[in-house]
């Protein structure tokens, strides 16, 4: 069975902070995907990055950075200098890949408050 | 650039009323999905679907069905409505490519009440 763990269920930082959220999964696939996704306050989820599990490559975008590492099997999502528009609940998840068929397991979320 | 788009956006249903959520996709996308989710619980997979004319349970599929008639669309229904199943829905889709890690395209969501 897979799982995901976002032991953090609630995080708050003053702006111009770094803060690191954690991402902790469980599979017995060798060969699985990873994605972080982003629920502002207006409720829609937006995705933010994917990563397959061949690839342990870290990666930057901008202000954002992904730290993914098979040993530990986690895949953490770090914000550099953060803005209050990073307001917002953040979901790992892990996609599990069957037959050609494929869903995702979600973690419970992370809330990140970023005030001023 | 439409997307994912569903409806209603907010319904409020009495116990025992049934009703269905749409969810259109523009994307050309083989596979479709119906998420809940509740406080605390992240999203939770209902049902999903690999194509036109087939449907799948996910993770709580108990007291939904679904259908996928045409590639487009993808309709979650509750036949009788209970006060559990109060929760936002989330319709995805996404594109089948054998290996790869297409991402999942959210809709807005539905915010469904039972009362």
New interface residues.
């Given amino acids: 069975a897979q799982k995901v763990t976002q032991a953090q269920t609630e995080i708050s930082v003053v702006e111009k902070e770094d803060v690191t959220l954690d991402c902790v999964y469980e599979t017995r696939d060798t060969t699985y995907y990873l994605f972080w996704y982003k629920q502002p306050p207006s409720g829609e989820l937006v995705f933010l990055i994917r990563r397959n599990s061949v690839d342990e490559q870290n990666e930057i975008s901008g202000r954002y950075s992904w730290n993914f590492q098979k040993s530990t099997s986690s895949f953490n999502f770090t914000i550099t200098a953060s803005q209050v528009v990073d307001s917002a609940v953040y979901f790992c998840a892990l996609k599990k890949v069957d037959s050609g068929y494929s869903t995702l397991t979600f973690g419970k979320g992370t809330m990140l408050l970023v005030s001023p | 650039n439409a997307g994912v788009t569903q409806t209603p956006k907010f319904r409020v249903l009495k116990t025992g009323q049934s009703m269905t959520l749409l969810c259109a996709q523009d994307m050309n996308h083989e596979?479709m999905?119906w998420?809940r989710q509740d406080p605390?619980?992240?999203?939770?997979?209902i049902h999903?679907s690999?194509g036109e004319g087939t449907t799948?349970k996910?993770e709580v599929p108990d007291g939904y069905n679904v259908s996928r008639l045409k590639k487009q669309n993808f309709l979650l229904g509750l036949e009788s409505a209970a006060p559990s199943q109060t929760s936002?829905y989330?319709c995805?889709s996404?594109y089948?490519l054998?290996?790869s890690?297409?991402?999942?395209?959210?809709?807005?969501?539905t915010r469904l009440s039972i009362l």
Avoid: E, I, K, N
């Avoid at chain 2, 605390?40 to 997979?45: A, V, Y």
């Avoid at chain 2, 890690?101 to 807005?108: L, T």
């Fill in positions: 596979y999905y998420y605390g619980m992240g999203l939770r997979l999903y690999v799948a996910g936002v989330f995805a996404s089948h054998t290996g890690d297409q991402p999942q395209h959210f809709g807005d969501g």
